[in-house]
């Protein structure tokens, strides 16, 4: 899958790592950039094309699929967050709210532009995750799960549309600069540099990118003795 002359949509594209996919997609020569938001008013760049978006609402999801015929790349990259513990007294409430973004709001989208991508000859789907789909983190510890669950429902989901030739790139990386990690005191990625990687590993045809050292490290760590997923942080 090549960005240039692609017709590309990106939710979560009014900020942040949205924001960066959106304008490296415009100077890699993308022909259309979808640049989906809840509120589309809040999506600044030139050279943009806003679509409202919840990706929480599936009948939303599929009614934006029929109308933007001519996509061919898909970046799932909207997701939130938020800190504590599955035993927490709002843990629960915490967990389902996140899934309904990071997992279904995941699988809203691509349910939607799968047949799309499917009459251009497969396109692709990018999906951004995270090292924590693979290891637990006290203070995130409910967005851990939602990652490990939004992990394996891109293998379900490569599975799913690997007859119709559709790429499906999965994207693990540790803290990036954004918003959503406000208030982390951590060595974080700028976005920039997470945008390059995926892209590179998205024409490379790969599968599957580990943007950081941390998170190949950690991943390397899932076939230890005892595995890294065992061990207090």
Do not use: C
């Given at each position: ?21 959106a ?14 938001a ?12 806003p ?33 504590g ?13 996140m ?43 409910n967005?851990?799960v ?18 119709q ?12 600069d954004?918003d ?54």
């Amino acid at each position: 899958m090549k960005v240039q002359n692609a017709t590309v949509l990106i939710t979560g594209a009014n900020r942040g790592l949205g924001a960066e996919f959106a304008r490296q997609a415009l100077t890699r020569g993308a022909r259309k950039v979808y640049a989906a938001a809840r509120d589309p008013s809040t999506v600044s760049l030139p050279g943009l094309v806003p679509v409202r978006l919840d990706v929480t609402d599936a009948a939303q999801a599929a009614a934006l699929a029929a109308e933007l015929g001519d996509v061919d790349l898909v970046i799932n990259n909207a997701g939130v967050a938020n800190t504590g513990s599955v035993l927490d007294a709002e843990g629960l409430d915490s967990l389902r709210w996140m899934l309904e973004t990071n997992v279904f709001g995941l699988l809203n989208v691509s349910r939607g532009f799968a047949p799309v991508l499917a009459r251009h000859g497969g396109g692709a789907i990018v999906n951004v995750l995270s090292v924590a789909s693979w290891v637990s983190n006290p203070v995130l510890a409910n967005y851990g799960v939602t990652k490990a669950a939004a992990w394996s429902a891109t293998n379900a989901l490569r599975d799913a549309v690997r007859a119709q030739g559709t790429q499906v790139l999965g994207v693990h990386v540790g803290l990036i600069d954004t918003d959503l990690t406000r208030g982390f005191d951590a060595p974080k990625l700028t976005t920039d540099m997470v945008v390059e990687r995926v892209f590179a590993a998205l024409e490379a045809g790969d599968s599957e990118v580990l943007v950081d050292d941390l998170t190949r490290a950690v991943k390397r760590g899932l076939s230890a003795e005892p595995g890294i997923y065992t061990l207090a942080r």
